[in-house]
């Protein structure tokens, strides 16, 4: 499972310290579940086989089912079976004895099938009961969880046809335990079973699920029957089903099948979205020592999904914003969709061919996944890519101080969902690279591969990956997974330095200033002197120590962490000085990252300046952007010394958002001069720096803007559209907010939220009453549906501030509109 990026994440910071009435309570009840030991399920009954037969009634959003799930004691022998099976019909439900259905008897809650089998079966015994029964997920009350924002397993989209522009779809969505939302199982990650699904669907229609598909039978009522067969044993909640208009691209890696399902308007460019899937998969066995194990990989696109990415096995499925046409992926860089095409693969080894036997352990799938986007970043786009992926990641988890008090491996939780969090994802994969860097690359792969062939088609737990490490390595780990697996939180290192010129002695001043547990660190600390680097490898056992070095001259820099690989909060009393000869010397991402930090907090000095000046030209283009954003454009030397580089970067880099980024400093300088420079920028096929430009231009003449803008409408994403919106909701008036409107109510959530701010001003002055209130209207439904994400005050600010502007205007109806807004807001869950 990918997470989505957090959506709305200005709003939640904006809306820091504001909580709702019941929280005292809500965390009263959730300190008792936190008591609770989250025990692994025990296994009474083991599945072995999974048929289903389902058709789909569109209209009322049901499935009808018929299974034949096979079965057999675990160990002790039982005349008792309880499937989960949430909100269902059931219909019959029997034991079938040589080809006929003898019923048994049952009760059932709705959520929970306890069944009184037949006699009392064994554990060399296999049974197989037959259920018929209608799933009915629009009429289940589920929770999901940051990571999955709804769980109702089964999900129809536009099935009567009627939203415009959106295809009619039927997806599943399994994890955690949502699979036995369309159809009874034992919904455990421990289980493993076989499976056959045959689906009824319009013949127009494609199908998709787990495994190979086996035969397609066209029938007389205008339906086909399609049964894919998934040989291979795996879990219920990686159980997929997707069936609509999907064009099919074709692909292969070695022999097998790799397949990329799209809607027809974006098959054009499955090869530019999912082209390097091959090469992936290729890299993946190699570096494993673990061939691809399935007899197929599908990555398919839908719809309104609930989450990023699903890695179902065989058959990944996607949320939207994966794809793209040329012109929107001329813009998307490692993070806006390749990092989860890499999550997601990986997971078919961590997570699929071993899964984790529990929610408690899902490190084993998750922190996985989120490694190897790092990895792959490493291998395909150079270190730079993967350090400054991992650094924004760890920088998510420290964002929070709640997150410290949170093991990795964790057996106290209040609900499962909680447990997909920026602990599982991003920690986790800090702590996996910090592994990584202390073993070696040919120990930790070795014990990877060991922890994959080992519990091959079954279930991991952190300490068999513990053991499958050691086994590698000949070294003792229960160190290392006692205080990053089962203990909470990070080092806060407090860095200082002493140079004796006496004693010609360097000494490092090593301060752990967290609460909490002392962690045991081994690093590399590099010595730069008298032209030279010296790496000496160190360990910090307690909470402070003194390191001592010995040098000829005073070092130029003394770079603590000098593979910046610690998953720490680092306060590093380094002079000005020092970081500037560290960008021009270490060779790392973060080691220029943080010179360039430093460095645009002290414009004034000539060596600051001299490695911004360099840095807008840093070899990584995330750099030359932090570069761009940073130089004050207001101090004369900074600005003569680059305004000629910004110029430069937006005629000739090769990085379309570094382009963008340098029209938007240069455009803060509203000079005349520039106009020609941005009309070029326009021609551009990127959409950002077409976006760029045109803010640009509006800086300068706001009119010349408007039918600039008008130019753009039917062809306009990412950048160029929130600059169209951009340029009508502060410039234009009622002839545009058709426009504007239709393009919000269309856009995705974080588009919607992004348009917020500017839409606001445009409807405080807006002619129409009517169009004011279609306005207040469509704000207040994002802040509504999405107020458990945080935005609940900001929309609400905005709301008074659309008030207080139609009250100006002596419009009565829409400040009232506005007003109830703001209390349908503060009302909602």
């Given at each position: 499972m990918k997470k989505l990026s957090a959506i709305f994440c200005a709003a939640l910071f904006m809306g820091a310290g504001f909580a709702p009435a019941t929280a005292q309570q809500q965390a009263n009840a959730a300190d008792s579940l936190l008591k609770i030991y989250r025990a692994t399920p025990p296994k009474i009954n083991d599945l072995i086989h999974t048929k289903l037969d389902v058709r789909f009634d569109y209209k009322k959003r049901y499935m009808y089912g018929k299974e034949w799930v096979t079965l057999k004691p675990h160990f002790y022998p039982t005349d008792t079976l309880r499937l989960d099976a949430k909100g269902m019909d059931i219909k019959t439900l029997a034991v079938v004895k040589n080809g006929k259905n003898i019923p048994l008897k049952f009760s059932y809650d709705s959520l929970t099938l306890a069944i009184h089998l037949d006699k009392v079966y064994h554990n060399n015994e296999n049974y197989t009961i037959y259920i018929d029964y209608t799933s009915k997920p629009n009429e289940l009350k589920v929770k999901g969880s940051a990571a999955i924002n709804d769980a109702k397993g089964l999900y129809f989209i536009n099935p009567d046809g009627t939203e415009k522009g959106k295809p009619t779809q039927i997806w599943t969505q399994g994890e955690t335990e949502s699979s036995s939302a369309w159809f009874p199982t034992i919904d455990k990650p421990e289980q493993k079973t076989t499976d056959e699904i045959s689906m009824t669907v319009p013949a127009k229609y494609v199908t998709l699920s787990n495994g190979r598909l086996a035969s397609q039978k066209n029938n007389a009522d205008g339906t086909r029957t399609d049964t894919w067969k998934m040989e291979l044993p795996h879990s219920p909640y990686l159980f997929m089903m997707a069936v609509g208009d999907f064009k099919i691209f074709h692909d292969k890696w070695r022999n097998k099948e790799v397949n990329y399902y799209l809607e027809p308007k974006y098959a054009p460019y499955a090869k530019e979205i999912f082209g390097m899937t091959p090469e992936l998969i290729e890299f993946y066995s190699t570096t494993l020592g673990v061939d691809f194990p399935w007899n197929k990989y599908s990555q398919i696109v839908v719809r309104d999904y609930v989450s990023g990415a699903m890695e179902n096995t065989t058959a990944t499925l996607h949320g939207e914003y994966v794809q793209g046409t040329h012109r929107e992926l001329i813009d998307a860089y490692y993070n806006d969709g390749r990092s989860t095409i890499a999550h997601e693969l990986f997971h078919q080894w961590f997570g699929d061919y071993v899964t984790a036997e529990s929610w408690s352990n899902l490190t084993v799938n998750e922190s996985f996944a989120d490694f190897s986007e790092m990895l792959w970043a490493e291998h395909k786009y150079g270190k730079d890519e993967a350090d400054a992926h991992s650094y924004t990641a760890m920088l998510n988890y420290l964002r929070n101080p709640e997150n410290a008090t949170k093991n990795l491996v964790r057996f106290h939780y209040d609900d499962k969902e909680d447990v997909f969090d920026v602990v599982t994802y991003q920690k986790g994969g800090r702590i996996l690279n910090m592994l990584r860097n202390y073993l070696g690359d040919a120990a930790f792969f070795k014990g990877l591969n060991i922890y994959l062939k080992t519990n091959a088609f079954k279930t991991g737990e952190a300490q068999q990956l513990r053991l499958a490490l050691e086994d590698a390595s000949g070294l003792d780990l229960n160190w290392y997974f006692n205080q990053w697996y089962y203990g909470a939180g990070n080092p806060a290192l407090k860095i200082s330095y002493k140079w004796d010129e006496g004693a010609k002695t360097e000494t490092v001043y090593l301060e752990q200033t967290q609460t909490g547990q002392t962690f045991i660190l081994p690093f590399a600390v590099d010595i730069y002197a008298g032209g030279k680097k010296e790496r000496h490898k160190v360990w910090m056992r307690d909470k402070a120590d003194t390191l001592t070095f010995h040098a000829e001259t005073k070092p130029e820099l003394v770079n603590v962490d000098g593979d910046k690989i610690l998953l720490a909060d680092k306060k590093d009393s380094k002079t000005l000085n020092e970081y500037i000869f560290q960008y021009f010397n270490a060779p790392l991402y973060l080691d220029r990252f943080e010179a360039i930090t430093a460095a645009a907090a002290t414009q004034s000095d000539k060596g600051a300046q001299k490695v911004l000046i360099a840095a807008l030209n840093d070899k990584y283009y995330g750099l030359r952007i932090k570069a761009i954003r940073a130089i004050n454009m207001d101090n004369d030397a900074v600005r003569n010394a680059a305004q000629p580089v910004l110029v430069s970067l937006v005629q000739k880099d090769d990085n379309t958002l570094v382009r963008a980024s340098a029209i938007a400093v240069l455009a803060k300088l509203k000079a005349p001069g520039m106009m020609n420079l941005y009309k070029e920028a326009l021609t551009s096929q990127s959409y950002a720096v077409q976006g760029a430009a045109l803010n640009a231009i509006a800086t300068l003449d706001p009119a010349q803007a408007i039918p600039l803008a008008?130019?753009?409408?039917?062809?306009?994403?990412?950048?160029?559209?929130?600059?169209?919106?951009?340029?009508?909701?502060?410039?234009?008036?009622?002839?545009?907010?058709?426009?504007?409107?239709?393009?919000?109510?269309?856009?995705?959530?974080?588009?919607?939220?992004?348009m917020t701010r500017d839409m606001t001003g445009m409807i405080g002055r807006l002619t129409s009453a009517e169009y004011a209130q279609q306005g207040i209207a469509g704000i207040r439904d994002l802040g509504v549906k999405y107020k458990s994400q945080g935005i609940g005050s900001f929309i609400t600010g905005l709301l008074q501030n659309i008030k207080t502007e139609r009250t100006k205007l002596n419009d009565t109806l829409s400040a009232q509109a506005a007003d109830k807004a703001i209390k349908d807001v503060n009302d909602a869950k």
């Open positions: 008008k130019s753009f409408e039917k062809d306009n994403k990412g950048g160029l559209t929130a600059a169209i919106m951009h340029v009508y909701a502060t410039s234009g008036n009622d002839a545009q907010w058709p426009y504007v409107y239709n393009a919000f109510t269309e856009g995705t959530p974080q588009t919607k939220f992004n």
